[in-house]
């Protein structure tokens, strides 16, 4: 990420769907959303994926103080909270996972504000977004607390070629299948919600999982989907949110 225009335009091109177009001129990226209207303008959650460039590592005491100071811009700017949350499987991967008033007042509030153009260019040499969605699913249901920094979360995307709306309401829940009978027996708390952005003309569901413990031996691969559907995939991280 090369300079402040090449930070801001890759940001936003990793928001790209199906219902964003992107039209550019020399100064400013003039953003056109096609969202149905109830859809851009309700509550919605953001979660992204940052990729670390080396040698940046999220151990170290200058990014983490980056970290703060876009967490408390972005909390500014809506009033909401926003958390950082480092992988597990790999510590060079960071989550945005953050509330909005809605689409609109991300994409075409904060994306081209003062405030987003200075995070972008503290941060254009410690980190790259590969992807980013908003979820229709405010923050009050999902099990996030930063009370508990040791707590472990799975972050599950569950993806699926796109379909009509009879025939997705025909897909069973992760949550019916799969996470009540869990929630059951080990007393996780769970929330979940449905992209309302498509990746390459997939849906994409959110599941997060608080555990109390590490689920390493607890909790069984989510793969179980594909007893159901060829076209399901399913991505499942741990991470835990980093004390900044």
Not at 66 to 93: C, H, N, S, V
Not at 173 to 196: D, Y
Request: hydrophobic residues 40%; charged residues 25%.
């Amino acid at each position: 990420m090369e300079g402040n225009a090449s930070s801001l335009g890759a940001y936003i091109k990793a928001s790209v769907s199906s219902f964003l177009h992107l039209s550019y001129n020399t100064n400013f990226p003039v953003i056109l959303c096609y969202f149905p209207t109830p859809t851009f303008l309700m509550a919605v959650t953001e979660l992204a994926l940052l990729r670390l460039i080396p040698p940046t590592t999220a151990r170290e005491p200058e990014l983490r103080a980056k970290l703060k100071a876009a967490k408390e811009a972005m909390e500014k700017y809506t009033g909401r909270r926003f958390y950082f949350l480092q992988q597990i499987q790999d510590p060079d991967i960071v989550y945005v996972l953050g509330e909005w008033e809605s689409v609109a007042q991300h994409m075409q509030g904060w994306i081209p504000s003062v405030e987003n153009r200075a995070v972008l260019e503290m941060l254009k040499d410690d980190l790259t977004v590969d992807w980013l969605h908003h979820f229709d699913v405010p923050h009050m249901l999902l099990p996030i607390s930063d009370r508990d920094l040791g707590r472990v979360y799975s972050i599950v995307l569950h993806r699926r070629d796109r379909a009509g709306r009879e025939q997705t309401e025909r897909f069973p829940s992760l949550k019916q299948e799969f996470v009540e009978p869990q929630e059951a027996e080990h007393g996780i708390e769970t929330g979940h919600g449905w992209a309302v952005d498509f990746e390459d003309e997939k849906e994409v569901q959110l599941l997060i999982c608080a555990w109390k413990a590490t689920p390493e031996g607890v909790h069984e691969p989510l793969k179980y989907c594909s007893r159901y559907f060829e076209d399901v995939e399913v991505d499942e991280k741990h991470a835990r949110i980093m004390d900044l």
